[in-house]
Every structure is written in C-alpha cells, then in structure tokens.
C-alpha cells in the first residue's frame, strides 16, 4: 500500500519552498508569481499564443495587464538565464509535452506558453495538487492550494542521463537510490556504485537530512532527484513527495517502507538497470499518442482488430487520394 501524505507534505515539496534554504546546492533558478487571470489563460481550452489570445480581448479586460505583465518578467529572466530555461511549475515540469517542441528547452515565452497549456502535469498542479491528500477532505479540496501558483525557469543545463539519480528518505534516513532514467542501461554505473552511493549520502547527510529537524523545513520521509557532474560535484534538482505521485523507478513503496533506519546506515539500496533486459518502458510514451485511440486500445483484442482495420482499408483504397510524404513534409 503506497504511503499516505498531507497537504503540508506536499506544500513543502514546492519549489519556491525549498529552494531558499537549498539554493547553494541546486540549480540556479527563479519563481514567477501566478495571478489568477494568467492561470485562468493556461488553463482555458485549445493552444492560442499570446499575441493572438490578447488580440481577442476587449481592450478592458484585467488579463491582458496580466498576461503581459508575466511576459515582462519572463524575458526579463531569459536574460538572466543566457536566454534558455528550463521550466516548472509549484511542484511539475511538462515534460509530458516535451513532444509538441522536441526538447524541454524554452528560448521565448511562447515556448513556454506551448509546453504549460499542451501538458497534464501543468493541470495537476493548478487544479489537483492535493488530490490524494489524507487531509483533502472532499474532490472539492484537493484543488485549493495553500500556495500561490509560480512559474518557475531554471537554468539550462545539459544534462547526461545517466547521471541522474533519485534518493528517498524514510524516518529521516535516505534507504535507497534509484537510477532517474530507468529506459536505457548504462554499463559503467555498475563500476562507479560504490562511489556514487557515497557521494550521494555525504551529500544527504551535509545538506538535506540537518532540515528535517527542528525547525524542520523538510520532512522526515520525501524523494529527493540530484545529478552528479564530471567532477562529483552533486546538484539538488528536485524534492518531491514519498507516495504514490511519485514514481518509486526501480522500486516498490512496499520495498520502501521495509527498509529500516539501521539497515539503510549501514547499507543504503541503490539500484541501477543492470541490463538491456531490465530496461523500463518510457512513463511518458503514451502522452505522444491520441487519448482515444489509447482508450481503444486498452480494450479485450483490440489490437488485433485495429490491424484488420489498418488492412480493409489498404484494400478498398485505391491510391488517387494519396499524398506524398514529400508534399506532407513541405507543408508541415
């Protein structure tokens, strides 16, 4: 059974909670206060930028101050940021819309208008944070934020896959480490184990598990994400939740919550994907696919019908309305 959790769990995983204690630790990055009318905008149905979104407004109406008031700030922070970021909300990224620009990279405020409004992660957090809340007492309050929604833009980093990694903490001791990619193997990790396990928990130790005392700004059980450069130097990207919001990779939250604070001192878990076979599934695969045709295909022997309707239709065309893929490329 995944572990329960509070609102206050959750708001303490926020950013703009976080980052202020940690900042010498993590990746550079700034927070953007969200009015109403601006999340009003990210929320409304369809993709329509800015310019054309303002232009459809009556020349009275309090968005447009918002909305161009936010953009202000963006650009402002581009050129903070060397003119690329790395976006998020309170709590997600959208990366589950990485798909409409090809890459996660935001270089205008355009970009970033794209990505917040085509993903479900931005959704979640503007409407359900605190939806599987022990505390959220109705479907009605798991949308009534303690936070003030914030745009967050981070420095652009390049970052290497295979060196990032997720650790969760439990009763105040970090238990285990997971690979953060869990969809490619990486052979020279299993070289490198030992060592990345001890720079990890130095690190856990040094900066992160000293806040989850008193005062506690951090909690005593939460999942935290950190990348490891060329030179061990070890950067904070994230906290998060220890629950089912977040995904465990390698793990269960049953193995999780086994793990006991001696045991985890003495030797913390930390696993890797040891082989081609143990490759996962890419989590965000299906965001790149039609909700409806996901639906269909979830049904009893779907796919095998969906292929005798892909061969019907072979049969019965007979070519005269086809195009090329040259002539689609061109117009797209």
């Keep these: 059974m995944p572990p329960s959790y509070s609102r206050g769990q959750v708001d303490r995983c926020a950013f703009d909670h976080w980052y202020s204690k940690l900042k010498h630790v993590a990746i550079k990055g700034y927070a953007i206060s969200l009015p109403p009318e601006f999340v009003e905008y990210l929320l409304e149905d369809g993709i329509q930028l800015p310019k054309d979104y303002l232009a459809s407004l009556s020349h009275s109406d309090s968005r447009i101050q918002a909305i161009q008031q936010i953009q202000y700030q963006v650009e402002n922070q581009f050129k903070e940021l060397k003119g690329k970021s790395f976006i998020k909300l309170n709590w997600s990224s959208p990366r589950d819309a990485k798909w409409i620009l090809s890459t996660l990279q935001c270089r205008t405020f355009d970009?970033?208008?794209?990505?917040?409004?085509?993903?479900d992660f931005t959704t979640h957090d503007l409407l359900y944070p605190y939806r599987a809340c022990t505390d959220a007492a109705s479907p009605e309050t798991c949308g009534i934020a303690n936070k003030a929604p914030c745009l967050v833009m981070k420095k652009w980093c390049n970052?290497?896959?295979s060196m990032l990694f997720r650790g969760f903490v439990l009763h105040h001791a970090?238990?285990?480490?997971?690979?953060r990619h869990c969809e490619a193997c990486y052979p020279f990790l299993a070289l490198k184990k030992d060592s990345l396990r001890a720079l990890i928990k130095s690190f856990f130790l040094k900066h992160l598990q000293p806040l989850t005392v008193a005062p506690a700004h951090l909690d005593s059980d939460f999942v935290f994400d950190i990348y490891i450069d060329k030179n061990d130097r070890v950067y904070l990207v994230d906290i998060n939740v220890f629950g089912e919001v977040t995904d465990p990779l390698l793990f269960s939250y049953n193995e999780l919550q086994s793990f006991n604070r001696?045991?985890?001192?003495?030797?913390?878990a930390f696993r890797i994907v040891e082989n081609e076979q143990s490759i996962q599934p890419n989590s965000l695969a299906t965001y790149r696919v039609p909700v409806d045709f996901m639906q269909h295909l979830s049904t009893d022997n779907a796919m095998e019908a969906f292929y005798r309707q892909v061969e019907r239709d072979n049969a019965?065309?007979?070519?005269?309305?086809?195009?090329?893929?040259?002539?689609?490329?061109?117009?797209?």
Excluded: C, N, P, Y
Excluded at 262 to 268: G, H, L, N, R, V
Excluded at 316 to 327: A, N, P, Y
């Design 111 to 119: 970009d970033i208008i794209l990505l917040l409004k085509s993903s």
């Design 159 to 161: 970052l290497h896959d």
């Design 174 to 179: 970090l238990v285990a480490i997971s690979q």
């Design 262 to 268: 001696q045991e985890a001192t003495s030797s913390i």
């Design 316 to 332: 019965s065309s007979d070519g005269s309305d086809t195009e090329s893929s040259t002539e689609l490329i061109k117009e797209r």
